[in-house]
């Protein structure tokens, strides 16, 4: 018979159960199937489709006081939320940190939880649309159907540039503003970062000395490359990931039946799309 004056039973079982019960529910609502699993993600990408509009907006709204500052608060506690999740999910933690658009959400964590401290930053918070654009958690639940198809490299093409665009008008907006007479808001930021972006150069707003200047040759540089690789992926034709059983050659025709390197017979899953 215990003794009724003896030391209690250690919790810490009781709670590692507790906590493998989270960990399940966590990978049954963010890698499930079920209905309520799909429901639950396109919740969680509507309010990320949300945040990033705020984000967007952002330059236009930093100056509307403690509504600004507490929308941001809201914002960082949803994605502190999201992520510690997302890495809870996880069956290996150390392959999930080793991704680099986690770390890039945890760099849009920081400047929203540091906003006074890190305002000149506040630009990256766009590279949210590119992180969630390019993970496997929006694939599995809006682009299921489009996943490995040439929507898929659309869209991914697509975010690059966007997100490029910007970035950089965040960029612009934040650092030169005012150090040119035709540069005075947002709007300007943007139309300066398209028309070098696309090497049209008007010449009406330009950025002032060396800097300046090394900047306007990176986005007309990297613009282009965005541009051919989305231009590439419109007119290229399509091919399908499946690795060759002997060759190891990833990518296919989606109609092929042999491997273009090794000639083994394939056997591609056809969707019907």
């Known amino acids: 018979m215990p003794d009724p004056d003896g030391p209690a039973p250690s919790p810490a079982p009781e709670a590692r ?6 960990r399940a529910r966590l990978r049954y609502l963010y890698h499930g199937t079920s209905p309520v699993a799909v429901r639950f993600r396109l919740t969680v990408i509507a309010v990320d489709f949300l945040i990033i509009a705020f984000f967007l907006a952002e330059p236009l709204l930093q100056h509307t006081g403690w509504a600004y500052f507490a929308i941001d608060y809201l914002i960082a506690l949803f994605l502190a ?3 510690s999740a997302r890495a809870m999910a996880q069956t290996d933690i150390r392959a999930w940190l080793r991704k680099p658009t986690n770390w890039i959400d945890l760099l849009v964590l ?8 890190l305002v000149n930053f506040g630009f990256l918070r766009v590279l949210r649309l590119w992180t969630l654009l390019n993970s496997d958690f929006f694939w599995r639940t809006i682009g299921r159907r489009f996943d490995d198809t040439r929507v898929e490299e659309i869209v991914r093409a697509l975010s690059s540039l966007v997100t490029f665009i910007f970035v950089v008008t965040g960029f612009v907006y934040s650092t030169f503003l005012g150090t040119h007479p035709g540069l005075n808001g947002y709007v300007d930021a943007l139309y300066f970062t398209i028309t070098t972006l696309t090497t049209t150069g008007f010449g009406d707003i330009t950025l002032p000395g060396t800097w300046g200047r090394l900047l306007s040759i990176i986005v007309m540089l990297t613009g282009i490359t965005l541009f051919l690789r989305l231009a590439q992926t419109l007119v290229r034709p399509h091919k399908i990931h499946f690795p060759c059983p002997t060759c190891g050659l990833k990518k296919h025709d989606p109609d092929a039946v042999h491997c273009k390197a090794c000639g083994q017979i394939l056997c591609i899953p056809d969707d019907g799309l």
């Open 17 to 22: 159960g507790q906590g493998r019960r989270i």
């Open 81 to 83: 939320a999201d992520l």
């Open 110 to 117: 920081t400047t929203l939880l540091f906003p006074v401290w």
